[in-house]
């Protein structure tokens, strides 16, 4: 892990405390930090989460950082969101799939391109 995705995951975690569980949970299993695998269960969380309350404030704070950190991040920034968070949404017509329609200018764009 680099420092930048140790911080990355602390300011998301600042913006959308509600995702603090899940990270002492990911800490608790794994005993370290593993960007990629947290990532990971975000996608899972913002995805219930939108289905819940697509209008959640906590979840929109998360959706809008990502966006942030990936249209500003360098290449492995933007590797770390596209393959851990981007790559794990549900794909259209599977149950979920409507978290695509919540998320910022920048994921959307690069889903357009890529898928």
Not at 21 to 37: A, R, S
Not at 40 to 59: F, G, I, K, M
Not at 82 to 90: A, Q, T
Request: aromatic content about 10%.
């Amino acid at each position: 892990m680099n420092a930048r995705d140790f911080v990355f995951i602390g300011v998301l975690i600042d913006r959308c405390p509600p995702l603090l569980p899940l990270l002492q949970e990911h800490i608790d299993t794994y005993d370290e930090l593993l960007p990629h695998v947290f990532l990971a269960d975000v996608t899972r969380w913002v995805t219930e989460r939108y289905q819940e309350d697509p209008s959640d404030p906590a979840l929109n704070a998360a959706l809008g950082y990502i966006d942030e950190y990936f249209a500003a991040g360098g290449p492995e920034d933007r590797e770390l969101v596209g393959v851990s968070f981007l790559e794990n949404l549900p794909r259209a017509g599977e149950p979920g799939s409507e978290i695509r329609d919540g998320l910022g200018p920048a994921l959307r764009e690069h889903l357009d391109q890529f898928g």
